[in-house]
C-alpha cells in the first residue's frame, strides 16, 4: 500500500513487538521484583495513555483538519485502487460496510486512470465505479456490471444503482452517532493502562521499601561475637 503513509502490516508488526515489549518487561519485573523492568514497563504505559490523550485531544480541537487529513488519504488511495490488492480489498470493504463510494461523492473514482470519465480514456471502465458502491439486494440476482457508466448520469439517476454518499461525511455521521460507543472503547482502553501504572508503581515502592529495610538491618544488626 504505497499510498498510504505506513503500510498496515508492518504497523501490525510494530504494535505486536512494542506489546511484547511491553508486557515482558511487566511480567518478568514483577516475576523477579525487578525495578528497572517494573519502571520501564510503568514509563511505557504512561508515554502511551499519554499519546492516546493527546491524538484525542489534538482530534477533537482540530476535527477540520483531521478530515482533510482523511480526505487527501481516501483520495490518494483512489488513484492507487487497482495498484495494490490489499488496498483493493481495504476500500471494497470500507464501502461495503459504510455503503458509500468514493471520498466526498461517488464522482470521486473519475481520479482513478482506469474509472476516470475523460473522452479519451480507453479504458472499459470508463465513468465506472468499483462493484462494492452498488446497491445489492439480497432477493435479487447480483449484477456485477452495475457500475457501469454511472459517473455520466445525474445524481438522482445514479442513487438507483449505487450508493452515492462519499464515504467520509457517511464516517463522520457514524462517529456522531456512536459517540457513546467510541467513548466506552476509549475508557475500556484507559482504565487497564492506568491499573497496570498504579500497581507497577505501588510495586516499586514496596520492593525500595523492602531493600531499604534490608540495607537497614544489615547496618544496625549486633554482632553476636563482640
Known amino acids: 500500500m504505497a499510498c498510504l503513509s505506513v503500510d498496515p502490516a508492518i504497523m501490525l508488526m ?7 515489549f511491553i508486557t515482558f518487561c511487566g511480567c518478568v519485573g514483577s516475576l523477579r521484583e525487578n525495578i528497572c523492568l517494573l519502571q520501564t514497563f510503568c514509563i511505557c504505559l504512561t508515554v ?13 480541537i482540530f476535527s477540520d483538519k483531521a478530515q482533510n487529513k482523511v480526505t487527501e488519504i481516501i483520495n490518494n488511495a483512489i488513484v492507487h485502487y487497482r495498484d495494490d490488492i490489499d488496498l483493493q480489498n481495504l476500500i471494497d470493504f470500507g464501502q461495503r460496510e459504510f455503503n458509500c463510494c468514493g471520498g466526498v461523492a461517488y464522482t470521486d473514482w473519475s481520479h482513478n486512470m482506469y474509472f476516470n470519465c475523460t473522452p479519451d480514456n480507453p479504458s472499459r471502465e470508463r465513468c465506472s ?3 462494492s458502491c ?13 457500475g457501469q457508466d454511472v459517473q455520466k448520469l445525474p445524481y438522482v439517476d445514479a442513487g ?12 463522520v455521521n457514524w462517529i456522531h452517532s456512536n459517540l457513546f460507543l467510541l467513548g466506552g472503547i476509549a475508557l475500556g482502553l484507559a482504565i487497564p493502562q492506568l491499573i497496570g501504572i498504579v500497581l507497577s508503581q505501588i ?4 520492593i525500595k521499601d523492602q531493600i531499604e529495610l534490608q540495607n537497614y538491618n544489615l547496618l544496625h544488626r549486633s554482632d553476636p561475637w563482640r
Open 14 to 20: 510494530i504494535v505486536g513487538v512494542l506489546m511484547f
Open 48 to 60: 502511551i495513555f499519554l499519546l492516546q490523550l493527546t491524538a484525542g485531544i489534538l482530534g477533537f
Open 129 to 131: 465505479v468499483p462493484f
Open 134 to 146: 452498488c446497491r445489492v439486494s439480497k432477493d435479487s440476482v447480483i449484477n456485477t456490471m452495475c
Open 160 to 171: 438507483n444503482f449505487i450508493h452515492t454518499d462519499g464515504c467520509i461525511d457517511t464516517l
Open 203 to 206: 510495586l516499586i515502592n514496596e
